[in-house]
């Protein structure tokens, strides 16, 4: 894909949605963010580089997802945040894949953590979504989307390890001006979006 010369805060976002893009078992990419006038612009550059957004809640986040997944008609759905800019393709792949072979409600990377904080996926199906969008009545479960499948055990769920050394006291994620400049240093050293999580570990 294109490299960026000059990385910007919004554009940090193009390189997680190209990074997802190539990913074999996501076929659709849509962008929930908030309905919010300081999200106009945020709304107008994803347009312009030709990617569906859908606008919602700006608190209630859970509500923005089920109606997003509700009109889209999404059966299958992999949760990533906008601070996880430089999550692995084939980290998706992999666990999509338990996901799609195993009777499982909820899969993920986030409990017990192994990956660095950043790599973080997790697939669950509209059925799962519905009936956390029925039940949660906290305000946090509603910011947070997935912490009352998480604090429950009505779910079926699988957590996916990293095999080897432990990795989650690393930040990769995306929160501030020092965690901006390291994903840039990340970035332009391998002067392509094709990299690997490993790759990232190796350099790190």
Known sequence: GKVLKKIKGKEVILILLERLSK?????????AIPDTKENDILNKFLIKNNYTV????EK????RYYECAKKFSVKNIL?????CSLVDPGLV???GAVFSKKNFDYVSNIENRTFPDGMDLEFFDFKTLEKVYKN??????KEHVTKYILRTNIFKKFNYNRKGQNFSDLRI????????NLIKKIFYNFNNNNFSIE???NFY
Do not use: Y
């Open 23 to 31: 990913a074999r078992l996501v076929n659709n990419i849509i962008m």
């Open 54 to 57: 859908f606008r919602g809640s």
């Open 60 to 63: 209630n986040v859970l509500q």
């Open 79 to 83: 949760r990533v945040t906008g601070d």
């Open 93 to 95: 792949d992999k666990i």
């Open 136 to 141: 949660a009545i906290t305000e946090f479960d």
């Open 173 to 180: 994620t995306l929160d501030t001006n020092d965690d901006l």
């Open 199 to 201: 790759q990232i570990l």
